[in-house]
């Protein structure tokens, strides 16, 4: 049998107005008159049906999150963190990964508003999605630059890769590669700043920047393949900054297998210094990214542009440095 | 302005209702009546609006999962696999983590009821919880028993605590230490047969079983507080399986701190093998759940119990080993 407000309202001794008030956060009650609608609703096991409330309400406590993958440590960390908040704002999480494959992403975006979610968080962008341009949804970008009016949250890239590139020269390392995702796999990413203060130093310092593709869709294998490329093609490289701690960890172990001593012969910085990194592969030396503090910011901003759809501004965390072993 | 279905009709040069028949895919149609409709839907960027569509239908096509984390290895791979096997059917997944705290979890639950999904795949079970006692709300678990209605996608987790025990002993350790979940924290979990194993090894080959718990709740300073300890009470300890590899990570940098040599005075075997951990910790030998078939068989069995409730099993995969270096 299902339990309905009328039930509840007889149960509290109350009107159905009543409990609708209370429900709805409406009107001025008494704390007595809260509590015992919300004993009678406990006794009842009484669930108010939220897809009714919400085409009442014009809204639906729903965020939707887009993001290329969960799986890496940066993004498992970054959405945890995000749906966490939100949790807490009274807000539930609608997932999934875009791949950055422009067609999944639009699908999903599509499907998204067509749930009617109340805003985007948004870490993945694949040029070309109108669904974007939507001036009535609220959406907070990750590290991406969606369009000219969503406001980016992002830790400061170009100070991270001059600190990578500044502290391997200062160890004494002077043929540097950087890797980086290919510079037209997303709008202009701001991940391109790492490979711009890369080159900016090693010019700086006189030496020659050699810079590597490595696509993040490539499978396992191609990636493997392209980082022991780089040790074949230059076998007196003696520093890497990897834009990533993924691809960092797997340079780690093909530089461990083709004997390189490290950090004597070849120092490694990464970047992201998600928590699970820090746990798994405490070695790795690498640029820490204030993941919890960015949700946490990004999740804010939502709310706000949520109630006045002007709100929003660009914002940039500094960077850490995680002291591993491999510099 | 808002596109409304008469919009499409009038595009498409049909009638509402046809317009309507083909949205909700009833009755017969011709391809040709089909693709006039698309396509109007198509040029005007016409989104059915889910929410009305679902008051009618009595299906929301969002599905809720529940697990205790999304950023350990396993559970990230999990819920992306699952998540994309859910897309590829037209479901939209609606996520939260645990953190295996009974309150969140029992809150989380009653939200995603209210949310009124069309099903669960829950991998996170506190016990106690009176909503998974719903016989109208199809559920799965995955690696655990919510109560005895509801089918286990599991790995054969007492093989895989045989194969990593087998495999150390076999190598030539013999005080091989083990740690897991304390007991009472899941309902009767399935991977503290893990634990059943390991002791079921070490007795039948005459060696003293020892078995540590590792809550998975406590910070990442306080497991490691643990290991360290094992460490103290047991010097001469040869060989450990853990059961998980984010904890055998650490036991990994713990020993190698330490001055173990490993494999050769120290061997180590983890449980969970996620794609991530095979990429980023090469050399940690492991056992490995097939964690993609997992969530497919999952989403498969949820999507026929959500047709027909009465339909379910319990089902259980056979795990592999991956040949790191560390045994």
Known sequence: MTVKIDDVAKLAGVSKTTVSRVLNKRGSLSEKTIKKVYDAMDELNYRPNVIARQLFKQE????????????????????????????????????????????????????????????????????????????NMPIVAIDRRVNDDIPIISSNNYMGGLMATELLIKKGARKIIHTNDPKNLVGPPQNQERKRAYVDSMIEHGLTPIVYSIDYNFSDSKKRQIIEKIFQEHPDVDGMFVSNDVDACRVLNVARHLGYKIPEDFKLVGFDGADLTKITVPDLTTIVQPIDKMAEYAVDMLIKRIKTPSYGHDKMFPVGLWNGETV
């Not at 939707?64 to 966490?84: A, C, D, E, H």
């Not at 875009?98 to 040029?127: C, T």
Request: charged residues 20%.
């Open 60 to 135: 639906t406590k729903l965020i939707g999150l887009i993001f290329p993958t969960v799986t890496s440590p940066f993004f498992g960390q970054l959405i945890s963190s995000i749906q966490k908040q939100l949790f807490n704002q009274g807000y539930r999480v609608l997932i999934g990964d875009s791949k950055n494959d422009s067609r999944i992403e639009r699908k999903y975006l599509q499907e998204l508003l067509a749930h009617q979610v109340d805003g985007l968080i948004v870490g993945s962008h694949n040029s070309g999605i109108d669904e974007y341009n939507n001036p």
